[in-house]
């Protein structure tokens, strides 16, 4: 115990300061009307809260955040696992399927969405000029300005940026016990049932890190959403982070965004929680 | 894959880098909600994705109309008088500190060196930041008691931000000036700075005026198409015709079709229907947006797209992309603010390298039947003298050098904004063809007697273009759009009520 | 059930290390085979061929008469146990065992009987419903063992299925494997590197080294037998005393004693022959007509509490052989192992008289390692039958 302290009490008490700090000046400023000179603050009690869940755009901003984050998990687990088993499973030309894969993760996010932008651009992306070039020019669409369309490009978005999930597999994999594997082809397992009936399962405790990780990349994915549709076309791209961002541009009313960033921050913490939670009670039988 | 879009695709990436590597680290900022549009200075060819921010300043909302007319672009009544020779240079040379954001580094120097050609003994050392940074690093420093003699300011909430830190500039300018700040800026400038601080006091000595929206045209194009600069409504319908029919490969009109952007051309409309509704409406005088004028505006602008006037193809060009489209030939007409008139400049083209000679300028065309053209405008990039400036006498020579004296033939080549200078006129030099000079002249004009000031607010001015692309891609009725805009506008979310 | 022939069976690594060199084998129906060796041998890389798990660089394998070189490890009908068990982790033990058999679409009722009729033989029943990660060592084992057994395989192959666990729990699972085994007639192959495992359960044991087969064999055959210095050495714990001898025209000369071998010897190494004797041949006493006569000094004692191990120096020229070569060449006097029953702590330090049977001598070639037939011995005249 008194090691623990000794090589945590440091780290912890940096981290408190900034995290306290931050957070309770948020929550503090969540209740003033006030610009970002912060000087003469009016408070306004729960006022900045009244306005921000009367406002749609703002729940919708959340119900996108969910419906993304799900978006990526779901291809985490399914797409992302499949491409490590498989190129774990020895497939020609790996490290170039590793880098293809990899690179769009270990680059800018705000790169990847600039570039997905330029290429889908109606007049003269890429995506509809090769389709045009190939004679499918009725198949070119104004990707970024249909709305159903424009949310499906950010879902692909998301969807791309597996590289990390993909890493998280590939380290696991490497670690398996490869007698488990052999045991199961000699049963008679087929390749598609091994990946669904041996390596998946047993990879649970990747899945719970790249779930988390997805998560929380996921609610900070502000650079996604604002390089490529800026949460448009009107609004329906939105999440919270861009949703914040707009009422922090004028820099006059600093409450309202904060009252925003608070509900965001607790929605997060609240997901963690209930995330632990559940990994915990699976943990336990063992 | 065309060879074009291969290119574009290469070249993209890495000015993003760029832009990434400046915006990295802080997503907040990542796109300045500060002032100017410093002119984006595109490469000739693929230019950077960046959207140069939304150029509005986001003035403190006291309610107070500028109701001078600008600066007037008749040749000088008196010219002002022109220094009588200053007093004797100081015994020790003194050093200058100076701190802005804008304009360019190399623009700054001009100005810098033939001020210090023309001040012997004084020396101005300028520190130039990125504008985002700028919003913060100023303040701090000022309330640090950091040595800054010359601080730039932007028109913004940013007077009001850091005024406890600065003299008022009148006293200052009676005392050490050639000649009363009154007497050296046009009224309506003084005006809207005073409208900036909270006090009424006059703390920044602004250059020029910035306006939105304009139009901007390859003459090349219009020539080859036998198309004069249009005026109307109607003649931008024929135009875009004739260039769909004679050349479909051209973008007829090209601008960004981002949110804030449509806002700015609705509020340009409103202005052509009733000058002064924006005033009226962002200084709580009567004015609303649920109101005739509006709503026409707002369908003026809306069933432009459906009437293919303006291509959908807009919607997803962003403001360098729609620069891009323009400067290399592939669009006919250009539409952003005023700050794009670097577009007319010969040495500013030659300074960036652009390779468009024959451009010229008009006003937003009218969009609806029943109008004059008009502009919102407001001032931009001010000047102001520190409380602990220890040089204040020769701080204030240089920001009347700036911004009313010679060093104003240094920066308006550039022209970025209008110069608030009493009584100037652009150096008919600066333009390369007649057409370009009567171009900006035309918008000299209307930017001279705005209709109303440009004082956006910018978290509102996204939720009213959403509005828009919203009428525009699914049809949501207009009366429907602008009561729900009158309600967000009431709802104490935007910072008009701060 | 099915016999398995294994045809010049070779395998190659892609670096050139050839794990399996030439191996010809046939193991019967029923059979319980052993594959013995140091590790590194190339005996479980030759189960693995035999599996499947492993291609076969040259040479071919048929099971049950059907040859099984180019088929899917799936397809071969056998089964395997693994060091680690390779127990599903996120299975019960009733999933584990029924997991083969829903593989090969067994109906449920059916699968359920198998698995109970399995977990009965192998008295798992109580854990059927617990997950692997919470059995001992023991039932992780019995579980393996299930799983491989339920789907009665033609061919049952184990791969040192017994190194994880204690010493007690190993020798019970070593009879009770055997017994199993013998009930159920399955055809086994099972690999090793515990000479007691081979002993105790094999029908016949395959000793391996450097990827070649050494000598192939019933338990008391290759102990009593060894076919060269390799398995001699690595077979019998503790292991057998090596020395030289002297060549003569018909055979060799050890003290006293002439040995008549039919063999040829060949006589470059430096040293005529080496003799190998195993401590447990080695005797107090004086020598019969038909013993080898020693004498020494007792130069240390292990007590064992059965037997007791002595260290003899006597004058005979010991060897060394390490991995079925000869090591080094005469060393002197070395210290010479005695095998003798009961507590014998009241040797240590004395001069003691031994008698070898000459029949328990071992001659082997010092070149070839290879064993030499000894077709008579008889002793030479008594006045040369002490040592100096």
Not at chain 2, 402 to 417: K, N, R
Not at chain 2, 424 to 446: H, I, K, N, Q, R
Not at chain 3, 197 to 202: D, G, L, N, P, Y
Request: proline residues 7%.
């Amino acid at each position: 115990m008194a090691g623990f302290t000794i090589f945590f009490g440091p780290l912890i008490a940096f981290y408190a300061v900034f995290y306290f700090f931050s957070a309770a000046f948020l929550i503090r400023t969540s209740f003033q009307d006030v610009s970002l000179s912060l000087r003469n603050a009016v408070q306004v009690g729960w006022e900045n809260y009244r306005l921000l869940l009367d406002d749609p755009r703002f729940i919708d901003a959340l119900r996108n955040n969910f419906v993304f984050a799900g978006a990526s998990i779901g291809a985490a687990v399914t797409i992302g696992f499949f491409i490590a088993v498989a190129l774990w499973a020895g497939v020609r030309g790996r490290s170039m399927f590793y880098a293809a894969f990899l690179l769009p993760s270990l680059m800018p996010i705000a790169l990847v969405a600039s570039v997905f932008r330029t290429m889908l651009e109606a007049r003269h992306g890429a995506v509809n000029e090769l389709l045009r070039d190939v004679g499918l020019g009725s198949f070119a669409q104004r990707w970024l300005v249909n709305p159903d369309l424009a949310y499906g490009v950010i879902i692909i978005m998301f969807v791309y940026l597996i590289g990390l999930p993909i890493l998280y597999y590939t380290a696991n994999l490497a670690v398996i016990n490869t007698s488990l594997l052999e045991s199961a082809v000699l049963d008679g397992a087929r390749p598609l049932r091994l990946m669904y009936g041996i390596i998946f399962p047993i990879m649970k405790s990747t899945h719970k890190t790249v779930t988390i990780s997805t998560v929380l990349i996921s609610f900070r994915a502000f650079d996604i959403v604002f390089f490529s549709t800026r949460g448009g076309p009107a609004g329906r791209t939105e999440i919270t982070g861009t949703y914040v961002y707009n009422f922090t541009t004028s820099g006059t009313n600093v409450g309202f965004a904060s009252a925003a960033a608070v509900v965001v921050l607790l929605i997060s913490l609240l997901v963690s929680a209930i995330q632990l939670r559940i990994y915990r009670h699976e943990g336990r039988p063992r | 894959m065309s060879k074009m879009s291969l290119t574009r695709l290469l070249a993209v990436p890495l000015a993003l880098t760029i832009v990434a590597a400046a915006c990295g680290g802080d997503d907040s900022t990542a796109a300045a909600p500060s002032p100017p549009a410093p002119a984006p200075a595109p490469a000739p060819t693929p230019s950077a994705e960046v959207e140069p921010p939304p150029p509005p300043a986001e003035p403190a909302a006291t309610p107070a109309p500028a109701e001078e007319p600008p600066p007037a672009e008749v040749e000088p009544p008196p010219p002002p008088a022109e220094p009588e020779p200053p007093p004797p240079p100081p015994a020790e040379p003194v050093t200058l500190q100076m701190w802005t954001w804008f304009p360019s580094e190399d623009t700054m120097q001009r100005v810098i060196s033939d001020f210090e050609a023309k001040n012997p003994g004084i020396k101005v050392e300028l520190t130039l930041f990125e504008s985002t940074g700028y919003q913060d690093r100023l303040p701090l420093a000022l309330s640090a008691g950091d040595t800054i003699d010359v601080a730039a300011i932007q028109t913004s909430t940013m007077v009001n931000v850091v005024r406890g830190d600065l003299d008022p500039l009148g006293p200052l300018f009676d005392q050490y000036a050639s000649a009363p700040l009154a007497d050296q800026l046009v009224p309506a400038a003084l005006a809207q700075t005073r409208v900036l601080a909270e006090d009424g006091e006059i703390y920044i000595a602004p250059l020029g005026f910035l306006g939105s929206a304009a139009a901007y045209y390859n003459v090349d194009l219009l020539d080859e198409l036998g198309l004069e600069v249009p005026r109307t409504r109607a003649d931008l319908a024929a135009m875009v015709q004739r260039i769909e029919s004679q050349r479909p490969d051209l973008l007829p009109i090209s601008f960004t079709g981002a949110n804030w952007f449509l806002d700015e051309i609705a509020l340009t409309v409103t202005e052509q229907i009733s000058p002064g509704f924006f005033n009226s409406v962002r200084y709580d005088a009567g004015g609303a947006w649920d109101s005739p004028v509006y709503e026409q505006a707002f369908e003026a602008v809306t069933s432009a797209f459906d009437e293919g006037i303006f291509s959908h193809d807009v919607l997803d060009l962003d403001y360098g992309r729609a620069v891009e489209l323009f400067y290399s030939g592939e669009a006919v007409m250009f539409l952003q603010g005023t700050w794009e008139s670097g577009i007319l400049s010969e040495p500013f083209r030659a300074n960036n390298g652009i390779d468009m000679p024959n451009v010229t300028a008009s006003p937003l065309p009218l969009l609806v039947a029943d109008g004059e053209h008009s502009i919102r405008a407001f001032i931009e990039v001010g000047l102001a003298v520190p409380s602990n400036s220890e040089h204040k006498a020769e701080a204030i020579r240089f920001i009347e050098f700036m911004a009313a004296g010679d060093g104003v033939d240094q920066w308006v080549i550039d022209l970025f904004a209008s110069p608030a200078r009493v009584g100037y006129a652009v150096p008919s030099s600066v333009f390369s063809t007649d057409l370009a000079g009567e171009g900006y002249a035309d918008l000299s004009a209307v930017l001279s007697a705005p209709g109303s000031d440009r004082n956006n607010v910018s978290d509102f001015s996204a939720a009213a273009g959403d509005a828009m692309i919203d009428t525009i891609i699914s049809g949501t009725p207009v009366s429907e759009q602008v009561e729900y805009l009158q309600s967000e506008w009431e709802s104490g979310r935007y910072s008009n009520v701060n | 059930m099915a016999n398995l022939a294994l045809d010049r069976l070779t395998k190659i690594y892609s670096g050139g290390l050839k794990a399996v060199n030439d191996v010809t084998l046939t193991v019967d129906e029923g059979e319980f085979l052993v594959l013995l060796g140091p590790s590194g041998c190339g005996k479980s890389t030759l189960l693995r061929m035999i599996a499947g798990l492993e291609t076969i660089t040259e040479g071919d394998l048929a099971i049950g008469g059907r040859p099984v070189r180019d088929v899917h490890p799936r397809e071969r009908d056998i089964a395997m146990v693994f060091q680690n068990y390779a127990l599903y982790p996120h299975m019960t033990v009733r999933k584990n065992l029924a997991y083969p058999l829903k593989l090969q679409k067994v109906p449920k009722p059916e699968r359920d009987a198998k698995v109970r009729q399995v977990a009965e033989l192998l008295e798992i029943e109580g854990e059927l419903d617990r997950r692997p990660g919470s059995l001992s060592g023991g039932q992780r084992q019995r579980v393996a063992m299930g799983r491989a057994l339920v789907r009665e395989p033609a061919v049952f192959l184990m791969d040192e299925p017994l190194s994880n666990l204690d010493a007690r729990l190993r020798m019970q699972m070593r009879s009770e494997i055997a017994a199993l085994q013998r009930e159920l007639g399955i055809t086994t192959v099972y690999v090793t590197h515990d000479q007691v495992e081979a002993m105790t359960m094999a029908d016949r044991i395959v000793v391996m080294n450097e990827g070649r087969v050494q000598q192939v064999g019933r338990p008391t055959e290759v102990y009593e037998h060894p076919a060269n210095l390799f398995v001699a050495g690595f077979i019998g714990s503790p292991p057998m005393n090596f020395f030289a001898a002297r060549r003569t025209s018909h055979g060799i000369v050890v003290n006293d004693c002439e040995i008549e071998t039919s063999g040829g010897l060949n006589v470059d190494s430096g040293i005529d022959a080496i003799v190998g004797v195993r401590p447990e041949d080695v005797q107090l006493g004086e020598a019969g007509t038909d013993d080898l006569p020693l004498a020494g000094r007792v130069v240390a004692v292990e007590t064992l509490g059965a037997e007791t191990l002595c260290h003899i120096e006597t004058d005979l020229d010991g060897v060394t052989v390490e991995g079925g070569r000869l090591a080094t060449g005469p060393t002197g006097r070395p210290a010479f192992l005695l095998r003798a029953r009961g507590n014998r702590a009241d040797l240590a330090a004395r001069t003691v008289r031994l008698r070898v049977d000459i029949a328990a001598l071992r001659v082997f070639d010092p070149r070839t390692g290879r064993a030499v037939d000894v077709a008579s011995s008889r002793q030479m005249p008594a006045e040369r039958a002490l040592g100096p």
